[in-house]
């Protein structure tokens, strides 16, 4: 990363934060023909995109029609609108859900191919975008989208914290103040974009709108604590739906690194069982549903458990498995022993499961997705989970142009935001596969709203 004594005092477009939204917006916004700049706190690019493992969800994509899967946009639209409860900014779901093969397309321009598919709690059809490798979606998007915004002769300035939104006298947004550790700088931009990420690592900000969760541990990485906020804020930006924090369901809280366990393994066959060896939900309800199930318990979380075939198809689990997540066994009475759930039970959980698959009826819990394959293939594996914070679905109240609007409604002029700092767009819950899809559609949206506004304001 070049050093922060490189800063020029002027640009087109300053972006703040490097995760998905920011990375996609700067390279959209390069190819607009701006100057940008991106700022980022940390010492490497990624935020919390980087730790995402499922998916990117798109409809109607070139690579469902490859695999033969005939999906609409509406579909995705209604099924997500329900997810959150009927609590989505509508305007905002319909450019997502419309938008979203298009951005699978949009990266594919620059070598980012999301070519093999996966489902998520939610959705009726895969689609769950990742890369052919498997290799989880967070890390390989933000490292490649790293490489072209440097490519194309963006900068990157990582240990640049922005502690300030300036305005001119009309009330435009007009720079930052950024610390680095040459100083803190001013700087002066046309348009300012905040991409900074959500709040999921601030207990602050946590126990001021939501006390019941302080105590959960949170799958964000340290620096997601919702700085893009308070410099919105500052500004009389409008926040909303702040209360609506969702909880990740399947989270190995046992080391001091909370690992997130991706839904994609439920997706391809996962099952979860309780200290009985019982199961006890539908593994791919909504998020807010399974970890609801799983704290009801009262038994210090849960098990996922799969086979060596479940493995073969989620690449994370080799990660999983190399920092000692998983327990092995080579029989299913093997891994019962090494789990401390009954043997027998769990005998009898994977006969009457392996059932349901083979018959394509769950009765037990009307799981109808992520039944393609019995767990019949030793060895067979499991993974402690627990729920842990994991996606504030609240934020910056923005319109779809992701402008961001004050407390009464009105547009702050060169003020844009996308991501995970951004609220509305996905109601009380969010969907599994929906973050990532966020990031580049609202992300692209950015870039091209800048050049808009620059634009028209020369």
């Known amino acids: 990363m070049p050093n922060t004594k490189e800063l020029k005092n002027k640009y087109d477009a300053v972006v703040v934060g490097s995760g998905g939204a920011g990375l996609t917006a700067a390279l959209q916004a390069h190819e607009l023909g701006l100057n940008v700049v991106v700022l980022e706190k940390n010492e490497k690019t990624g935020g919390n995109t980087s730790r995402a493992s499922s998916g990117m969800n798109a409809s109607e994509s070139l690579v469902q029609l490859d695999e033969g899967i005939i999906d609409n946009n509406r579909d995705f639209y209604e099924e997500t609108l329900k997810g959150g409860g009927l609590l989505n900014d509508r305007a905002m779901l319909k450019y997502f859900a419309n938008h979203s093969a298009l951005a699978i397309s949009w990266l594919m321009k620059y070598g980012i191919r ?44 990582t240990s640049a914290k922005v502690t300030k939104l300036l305005q001119n006298s009309k009330k435009q947004v007009n720079g930052v103040e950024v610390e680095t550790p040459d100083g803190t700088k001013t700087i002066k931009a046309k348009a300012v974009l905040l991409a900074t990420g959500g709040f999921g690592a601030s207990k602050e900000i946590i126990k001021k709108y939501r006390p019941d969760l302080v105590d959960y541990k949170t799958t964000n990485q340290p620096g997601a604590t919702g700085d893009g906020l308070k410099l919105a804020e500052a500004l009389d930006a409008q926040l909303m739906q702040m209360n609506f924090i969702q909880v990740h369901p399947t989270a190995d809280t046992d080391n001091p690194h909370v690992y997130l366990i991706g839904e994609g393994l439920r997706g391809e066959g996962a099952i979860l069982v309780n200290k009985s060896g019982n199961r006890f939900v539908n593994e791919l309800s909504t998020r807010k549903i399974v970890s609801q199930a799983i704290t009801d318990l009262h038994e210090d979380g849960a098990y996922l458990v799969f086979d060596s075939g479940v493995r073969a198809h989620f690449a994370a689990v080799e990660f999983y498995d190399q920092i000692g997540l998983v327990e092995h066994g080579d029989s299913l009475a093997d891994l019962a022993k090494k789990i401390g759930v009954n043997a027998d039970n769990l005998n009898k959980t994977i006969e009457s499961w392996n059932k349901a698959v083979a018959t394509g009826k769950d009765k037990e819990f009307s799981r109808t997705t992520g039944m393609d394959r019995e767990l019949d293939r030793g060895p067979y594996f499991a993974i402690h989970v627990h729920p842990a914070i994991h996606y504030t679905m609240g934020g910056i109240h923005i319109n779809t142009e992701t402008q961001v609007l004050d407390t009464n409604g009105n547009v702050i002029d060169g003020l844009f935001a996308a991501g995970e700092v951004s609220g509305g767009l996905h109601g009380n819950n969010r969907i599994g596969g929906n973050s990532i899809a966020e990031t580049v559609i609202f992300g692209r949206q950015a870039g091209i709203q800048m050049a808009k506004y620059i634009r028209e304001n020369k």
């Open 114 to 157: 999301l070519t093999d598919l996966t489902i998520t709690g939610g959705m009726s059809k895969k689609r769950a975008h990742r890369p052919a490798s498997m290799e989880p979606v967070g890390f390989y998007l933000t490292s490649r989208m790293t490489t072209q915004v440097k490519k194309a002769g963006v900068n990157i300035f």
